[in-house]
T-cell receptor, first 112, second 114 residues
Framework: DTEVTQTPKHLVMGMTNKKSLKCEQH?????MYWYKQKAKKPPELMFV???????INESVPSRFSPECPNSSLLNLHLHALQPEDSALYLC???????????FGSGTRLTVV | AQTVTQSQPEMSVQEAETVTLSCTYD???????LFWYKQPPSRQMILVIR??????QNATENRFSVNFQKAAKSFSLKISDSQLGDAAMYFC???????????FGTGTSLTVIP
């Protein structure tokens, strides 16, 4: 299995909803990442889980919270989002010393 | 902080022709990695090619090759025999070990004209 699987592929949520995005990989990678990508822009790093240690981009609002239940699974919990949070959310993983990322196909989030 | 610059927001190429996408970067590190990622409308980021800074030889993957000029901090991507499936957004990216973060350029949107 050489894939990063993200679910759901599309999500529409209201500003008062709570939802979660899921990311899973079975490649034994010990680092996983959440990126936010607006249309025609590069991905922006939100969170990194590397060897069970969380690193946060300080500019990410607290309405986004990551969770790493185990080394294969990374969730992103969403609460009280704003319309400007509408974007493509990409998950990626890497094998520590290996320099490259494997990306998932993303979740297209729309906040209404 | 490292910066990656792609000065061509949009490019177009005739099918079967060759196109070169430009990328420059700024770093004080001597050991790092450079990447080109492709993002088609299907939205998944796909690794096209990777270059290790310590390697003098330019990386090649089938129709894709790079021109890596370390002193000039330049990393261009050449696509030969362009195909319709090459149409996508292309991102240049930099990563310096042992850090985890990628630094992405702003992207170049490539159109392939039949």
């Amino acid at each position: 299995d050489t894939e990063v699987t993200q679910t759901p592929k599309h999500l529409v949520m209201g500003m008062t909803n709570k939802k979660s995005l899921k990311c899973e990989q079975h490649m034994g990678h010990r680092a996983m990442y959440w990126y936010k990508q607006k249309a025609k822009k590069p991905p922006e790093l939100m969170f990194v889980y590397s060897y069970e240690k969380l690193s946060i981009n300080e500019s990410v609002p607290s309405r986004f919270s990551p969770e790493c239940p185990n080394s294969s699974l990374l969730n992103l919990h969403l609460h009280a989002l704003q319309p400007e949070d509408s974007a493509l959310y990409l998950c990626a993983s890497s094998a520590g010393l290996h320099p490259g990322y494997t990306f998932g196909s993303g979740t297209r989030l729309t906040v209404v | 902080a490292q910066t990656v610059t792609q000065s061509q927001p949009e490019m177009s190429v005739q099918e079967a022709e060759t196109v070169t996408l430009s990328c420059t970067y700024d770093t004080s590190e001597s050991d790092y990695y450079l990447f080109w990622y492709k993002q088609p409308p299907s939205r998944q980021m796909i690794l096209v090619i990777r270059q290790e800074a310590y390697k003098q030889q330019n990386a090649t993957e089938n129709r894709f090759s790079v021109n890596f000029q370390k002193a000039a901090k330049s990393f261009s991507l050449k696509i030969s025999d362009s195909q319709l499936g090459d149409a996508a957004m292309y991102f240049c990216a930099y990563r310096s070990p042992p850090g985890n973060q990628f630094y992405f350029g702003t992207g170049t949107s490539l159109t392939v004209i039949p």
